[in-house]
């Protein structure tokens, strides 16, 4: 029986089980997900320092345009003035520079004539300024990111200044590829009359590895259940198993075939979706498998669809809203992901455009796509400018 998008993603959230986790060193954070809510173990800044190169003084001593103070120390950044700043006194300041106690406001250089030890103002000040307070980013203790958070390049630099040397992390599930068909060839090979290269492991490998999987390709099995279960063997390790092709109905479609021989349970056969219809789904002892069609475009979208929840253990994508920049007729009985390009208006407004080929077998649209454009089932004909939901794939800039 087919089911509804929707309820396919449902189905894959029940399947998921508490993950292993493991502590990793902050070098090797980029792209791990939390186990645990991080907490900054330093403040920053951890005191009162100067945002640039000048005078550190009392706000009520600069009050006046040409006042003088004398010149009593320096406090660069890493080795702080230890006295105080009395009456009509200032210590030289640079950027980073710790504030001396007393001091609550730094005069930039180019605001002073120097003569000797006897520092004079040129304008008044009347409110405290260039001065960034003791803990503006964050104070030791703070929560800085919830378990389940995805380090990128912002959290890891977050991390290394808040002091997080060590991070615990969710183990990165081992994801097995099967690709399946008499007629694909590894890269490199001489192709005969009837043969295609096997292109599909190197695509989805890269987006494993970006969702925080490590990918192992299993290879090419032929189109029969005794070399499906071959290539199987070497999948005892993996968390999740991908197998791509073979799904369909026709006479050398033997994956679902052969998983239930292994004891797999069925969870889903067909997705009201396209592309992807034959997208499929199984389980068995904590394994997971997922089974992708063997067309590019199908494989690719629906890896994005299904795929990267299961392995980042989040059940909801995010959807945007965009505007429309060309008409659309109405759509079908299921669930259409168009690939799309998506930009942003001198407004910020979005802007989404289908491409014109949607051909299920055709991977060059994806250099274009950066969105998938979301069409309900039995959607109606839409105009230009009207609302749609869009489902970012790679970063959209204007």
């Not at 449902?10 to 508490?18: F, S």
């Not at 120390?73 to 105080?84: I, R, V, Y």
């Not at 290539?231 to 026709?250: K, N, Q, R």
Request: hydrophobic share 40%; proline share 7%; aromatic share 6%.
């Amino acid at each position: 029986m087919m089911i509804s998008f929707e309820e396919a993603l449902a189905k894959i959230a029940a399947l998921r089980t508490a993950k292993e986790t493991e502590q990793i060193t902050l070098d090797k954070a980029l792209g791990r997900t939390l186990a645990e809510t991080l907490t900054a173990q330093t403040t920053l800044p951890p005191a009162n320092v100067s945002a640039m190169d000048g005078y550190a003084v009392r706000l009520a001593d600069v009050s006046q345009e040409g006042t003088q103070l004398r010149l009593i120390g320096a406090s660069p950044a890493g080795t702080p003035f230890e006295g105080n700043i009395a009456e009509g006194q200032t210590v030289r300041i640079f950027t980073g520079g710790q504030l001396p106690a007393g001091a609550d406001h730094v005069v930039p250089q180019e605001n002073t004539r120097v003569t000797g030890d006897t520092i004079t103002i040129i304008p008044a000040s009347t409110s405290p300024r260039h001065v960034r307070s003791k803990g503006l980013d964050f104070a030791q203790g703070d929560d800085l990111f919830e378990a389940g958070t995805t380090m990128g390049p912002s959290e890891v630099s977050i991390a290394a200044a808040a002091n997080c040397d060590r991070l615990d992390v969710y183990k990165r599930p081992v994801v097995a590829l099967l690709a399946n068909g008499d007629e694909l060839k590894p890269v490199g090979s001489h192709l005969e009359r009837g043969e295609i290269i096997n292109s599909n492991p190197y695509a989805l490998a890269a987006l494993i590895s970006n969702w925080g999987g490590t990918p192992l390709n299993l290879g090419i099995a032929s189109d029969s259940i005794a070399s499906i279960h071959e290539h199987l063997a070497l999948a005892a390790t993996a968390d999740i198993i991908v197998p791509v092709g073979g799904a369909s109905v026709g006479d050398h479609d033997h994956m679902f075939a052969a998983f239930e021989q292994l004891g797999f349970s069925p969870v889903f056969r067909k997705v009201a979706v396209k592309p992807g219809k034959p997208t499929w789904c199984a389980a068995k002892d904590g394994q997971t498998v997922l089974g992708l069609p063997g067309n590019p475009a199908s494989a690719l979208v629906c890896a994005h669809l299904f795929l990267k929840p299961l392995i980042m253990g989040k059940q909801l994508h995010q959807f945007s809203v965009a505007k429309l920049a060309t008409p659309l007729p109405a759509s079908g009985q299921r669930a259409e992901f168009l690939r799309s390009t998506c930009e942003i208006d001198e407004n910020g407004q979005l802007w989404v455009s289908p491409l014109s080929n949607q051909d299920s077998s055709l991977l060059h649209p994806f250099l274009a796509a950066n969105t998938l454009l979301y069409r309900a089932p039995t959607d109606p004909a839409y105009e230009r400018s009207d609302l749609v939901k869009i489902l970012p794939i790679a970063p959209v800039v204007r």
